[in-house]
């Protein structure tokens, strides 16, 4: 269920649109609350108008409809330098032939703050992002972590309210990445600012997030919290974008209030709760998570459906064994073991029988 937006919000997207060529939507019909003090990612594939709304936030970008408010006051005709919004990029978009220290000053020269004011608010934000050591090196004696940081302190340096960040950590490898996540996750706390993330990277958004927005062809799917996407997802987009899952597509059998018996392809019937589902008879995709899948007898949950599967292929990843079933005639169901010396070795060809809790499967829009 999308949020309204309300007189309140710190942010809000009142029925906007864009089109860059007066015919065609990027984004459809906007709208979006965000409360001051939160940190909300917009997250989606590429060309789905995640981007897009940031941009038009920022003041980079002009609403074709709608009205973008900040604090309450309509912002649609201020310039991008007047609406005290802080920005970090993904190339950093540090000035190269300045030093550190020239490089977070900038803003503040450009507000008219005096010199003293402005070397006090440097070196707090460099500390802020443990850089204090770096004032007069420039960005290409830094690696592309510290420069990232600088990014970040250099955003913060005009003590802003919204801090805005598009894909800031996709240049970075994968453990620096997600050592920066925690990074400005904790900043966000300890500051109170509010943030508006936008990435493609699900694990990242999950991590971070107070609440996020999965978009889709310009429109938002579902906005939640984390869990509530990860675990209640409202349509197969949604349940397929957010994690790892399964889809087993099927019928609806019988209905009654949230409760579904589905016909599966091959056709056995199995319980499900039913999300946005009218009528008997109508197409759905069953979404099961990989790791709410047992095999065990001992270990299925009271009440768990079982299904015969067909073991194609098992794969070795450290603390998980990743094992790909054939489940009533899709090839790519997959189950997801945590590796104990207790775990029983399953082996291609074996036929088993898999189980899992009538709630953990969501019977959702077919795909």
Known sequence: MLDNTSSDAFVAFEHVQKSYDGQTLVVKDLNLSIAKGEFVTMLGPSGSGKTTCLMMLAGFETATHGEI???????????????????????????????????????????GLGKAERETRVKRSLEMVQMGAFANRRPAQLSGGQQQRIALARALVFDPHLVLMDEPLGALDKQLREHMQFEIKHLHEELGITVVYVTHDQTEALTMSDRIAVFNDGRIQQLATPNQLYERPENSFVASFIGENNALPGVIETLEGDKAVVKLANGELIDATAVNIRERGQKTTVSIRPERVEFKPEMMPPGAHSIEADVLEVIYMGDILRTRLRVAGSDDFIMKCRNTIAQTRLEPGQT????????????????
């Not at 088993?352 to 795909?367: E, F, K, S, Y």
Request: aromatic fraction near 8%; hydrophobic fraction near 40%; charge should be positive.
């Open 69 to 111: 408010r900040l604090g309450g006051r309509p912002i649609n005709q201020v310039p991008p330098h007047k609406r005290g919004i802080g920005m970090v990029f993904q190339n950093y978009a540090l000035f190269p032939h300045m030093t550190v220290g020239e490089n977070l000053s900038f803003p503040l020269e450009v507000r």
């Open 352 to 367: 088993i029988r898999i189980g899992w809790h009538p709630q953990d499967a969501r019977a959702l829009d077919p795909i």
